[in-house]
T-cell receptor, first 116, second 113 residues
Framework: ETGVTQTPRHLVMGMTNKKSLKCEQHLGHNAMYWYKQSAKKPLELMFVYSLEERVENNSVPSRFSPECPNSSHLFLHLHTLQPEDSALYLC???????????????FGPGTRLTVL | KQEVTQIPAALSVPEGENLVLNCSFTDSAIYNLQWFRQDPGKGLTSLLLIQSSQREQTSGRLNASLDKSSGRSTLYIAASQPGDSATYLCAVKWRGGSYIPTFGRGTSLIVHP
């Protein structure tokens, strides 16, 4: 596979469930991102990992827990979510510190999450 | 505060029209500006990336311009087609700060036959 992949593509969960979202990038990039996209809102950055170290966390509730075991994989662990957490969760990767030609984020197709 | 604004929020045009999408940003000290396309329920696809030293970039029927002094970028779509229907997002990377881009809310475009 090429590019950035995300699984599952759709997820429905109850507020007491625990689930995980997975992202994998096949581009050899050194930075990975989780974004949340809600209806009629701009993209909200949740977490950034660079060289597998978390470098930014935009005050995300603790019910979201990221994990980056290596430069190619990124997880978002979910527990005791609220209905307002229903959204499209997008993963992206980029190669930071390189030349202009590769200075762009590549996005996965997203996971559509519904919390009942 | 560094912000990115896109106007209009939504646009509906007949097929064949040339159209312009606008993006404005509050701080002229940018590293680059990027235009993305997003189809409903899907991820973002990069269309054009303009470095701060550049004035425009072209790809097929798309042309993006950058005017840092006025804090504006435009995405010009020539001879629009129904397949161009999507949401178009603008993202700015700022100089001197985090390399994380700031996204606008997007312009939702519908091109009807």
């Amino acid at each position: 596979e090429t590019g950035v992949t995300q699984t599952p593509r759709h997820l429905v969960m109850g507020m007491t469930n625990k689930k995980s979202l997975k992202c994998e990038q096949h581009l050899g990039h050194n930075a990975m991102y989780w974004y949340k996209q809600s209806a009629k809102k701009p993209l909200e950055l949740m977490f950034v990992y660079s060289l597998e170290e978390r470098v930014e966390n935009n005050s995300v509730p603790s019910r979201f827990s990221p994990e980056c075991p290596n430069s190619s994989h990124l997880f978002l662990h979910l527990h005791t979510l609220q209905p307002e957490d229903s959204a499209l969760y997008l993963c992206a990767s980029s190669q930071e510190g390189s030349s202009y030609s590769t200075d762009t984020q590549y996005f996965g197709p997203g996971t559509r999450l519904t919390v009942l | 505060k560094q912000e990115v604004t896109q106007i209009p929020a939504a646009l509906s045009v007949p097929e064949g029209e040339n159209l312009v999408l606008n993006c404005s940003f509050t701080d002229s000290a940018i590293y680059n500006l990027q235009w993305f396309r997003q189809d409903p329920g899907k991820g973002l696809t990069s269309l054009l990336l303009i470095q701060s030293s550049q004035r425009e970039q072209t790809s097929g029927r798309l042309n993006a311009s950058l005017d840092k002094s006025s804090g504006r970028s435009t995405l010009y779509i020539a001879a629009s087609q129904p397949g161009d229907s999507a949401t178009y997002l603008c993202a700015v990377k700022w100089r001197g700060g985090s390399y994380i881009p700031t996204f606008g809310r997007g312009t939702s475009l519908i091109v009807h036959p």
